[in-house]
């Protein structure tokens, strides 16, 4: 044990789980993996649970029992310090928050903690919305929304929501949520979906702004064909209990507020001296994606900041990103390790932009094919939605390998036969 590298990977999503997945079971490697949760979900469908219509306890994968399957160890913490001249990080322990923080060696560090939605310092948002990043916090949303809905249910009050952010996050959730409402009606409910208002508003003049504009139209009619209040071009300065307060001196009144606009590195890389930070705070890499200014440090996923040297495009903060990240980063420390140790260089990283999805409940989807997938191109409806839970799939026959990857999706559909398609307990 003591001539093998340590390798300390931090966040344990789409691109940490992966990485300590792929190298655990190398020879010349100890491998820690550190998450301030002791399960990993697959972050795309928070939203779901957040509605109720996925049941997290379905699709979470213990740390631990992953740990044991891989061979490699899992520490649980949240990182709170790094010092890169001792080479070591300090973790706050959930259970033992008393005591000293636990100090962890490492010869190569890799950090995929992620990324949060920026409030940009909107007095109130802190204090009085809901933020959809983790499965506590849509756990949380989702235990308000039955609360507000079993008096809805009870005595015929309206239940409004309002979400900002009109990005993937916020379309999303708002034709989850009306879809929920929809399912819920069915059990003994029929006019809920009359007592729902939903608003979703965007500062920018349209949604889905990382999309074509054809796509941002045709969103934008679906979700109000829907019911959903679309307000483009508005923008919030201020949240408070009854709702947001609007720029152009108007209100949007809400029981449910959700902020989900903009994207934010989480604030602990702030805290690591002499690293080179882009503007939303990601650690900035190059293209073998250690940090600039410290090769033992790595960094992956929505918490780097990554210019494609091919496009001269920031790579975005997606999943598709994370696991090519992590996909390219497995075999490439695998080679270094066997031939010069993890100081060797590394191969560089090229994004292959496999295009942009965006699934609406299961009212419609559309997507943009990157280059890379067929040579580009449009998809469409179910196709699309499809598209949408094939990064899943991937991601799962990455962690669990063919056979426990396909017994999960047999599963999963064993119990979207057998369960109802919205949460009622
Ligand atoms: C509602 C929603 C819908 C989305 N839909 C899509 C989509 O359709 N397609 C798409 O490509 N992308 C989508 N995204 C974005 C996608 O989820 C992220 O880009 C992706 O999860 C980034 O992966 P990651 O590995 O960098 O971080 P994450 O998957 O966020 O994982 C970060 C991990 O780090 C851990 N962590 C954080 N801080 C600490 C700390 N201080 N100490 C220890 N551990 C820590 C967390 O617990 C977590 O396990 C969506 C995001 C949201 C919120």
Not at 67 to 95: M, W, Y
Not at 216 to 222: L, N, P, R, W
Request: charged share 20%; proline share 6%; aromatic share 6%.
């Amino acid at each position: 044990m003591a001539d093998r590298v340590r390798i300390v990977v931090v966040g344990g999503g789409v691109a940490g789980l992966e990485v300590a997945t792929g190298l655990g079971r190398e020879s010349h490697a100890a491998v820690t993996l550190v998450d301030r949760g002791l399960s990993h979900v697959w972050k795309p469908m928070l939203h779901t649970f957040a509605a109720g219509t996925a049941r997290p306890d379905r699709q979470t994968v213990d740390f631990f029992a992953q740990a044991k399957r891989n061979g490699f160890h899992f520490q649980p913490g949240t990182l709170t310090a790094v010092d890169r001249a001792a080479k070591t990080i300090s973790l706050v322990v959930e259970e033992a928050e008393s005591r000293p923080p636990l100090t962890l060696p490492y010869d190569l560090l890799v950090l995929a903690i992620g990324s949060r939605a920026n409030d940009f310092g909107t007095p109130g948002v802190e204090e009085h919305c809901s933020t959809i990043d983790d499965l506590p916090e849509a756990e949380d949303f989702h235990a308000a929304l039955r609360r507000h809905l079993l008096r809805s249910f009870r005595g015929g009050d309206e239940l409004s929501v309002a979400i900002v952010g009109g990005g993937a996050t916020g379309v999303e959730l708002a034709a989850e949520l009306k879809h929920a409402i929809d399912l819920l009606a069915r059990y003994g409910s029929p006019d809920l979906p009359r007592r729902l208002r939903l608003s979703l508003i965007e500062s920018g003049p349209r949604l889905l702004p990382a999309f074509p504009e054809r796509v941002s139209a045709a969103a934008a009619k679906t979700l109000a064909g829907l019911g959903v209040e679309v307000m483009t071009g508005t923008m919030v300065t201020a949240a408070d209990e009854t709702g947001f307060a609007l720029k152009d001196g108007g209100r949007v009144e809400a029981t449910l507020k959700v902020w989900a606009a903009g994207v934010k590195a989480p604030d602990v890389l702030s805290r690591i001296d002499g690293l080179e930070r882009a503007r939303t705070g990601g650690l900035v890499v190059g293209s073998d994606l250690r940090t600039t200014r410290d090769p033992a440090i790595l960094a992956l996923g929505d918490c780097a900041s990554l210019t494609d040297p091919a496009t001269a495009r920031p790579v975005p903060a997606t999943a598709q990103a994370a696991h090519q990240q992590a996909q390219h980063l497995v075999p490439a420390l695998r080679r270094a390790l066997t031939e010069g140790g993890v100081a060797a260089t590394l191969p560089p990283f090229h994004y292959r932009e496999r295009g942009a999805i965006v699934s609406l409940a299961d009212f419609n989807g559309w997507g943009t094919l990157g280059r890379y997938t067929f040579g580009g191109g449009r998809l469409n409806g179910l196709f699309a939605r499809l598209a949408h839970d094939l990064l899943y799939r991937q991601h799962q026959l990455g962690l669990f390998g063919p056979g426990l990857a396909l017994a999960t999706w047999a599963a999963d559909e064993l119990d979207r036969r057998v369960s109802p398609p919205v949460r009622l307990d």
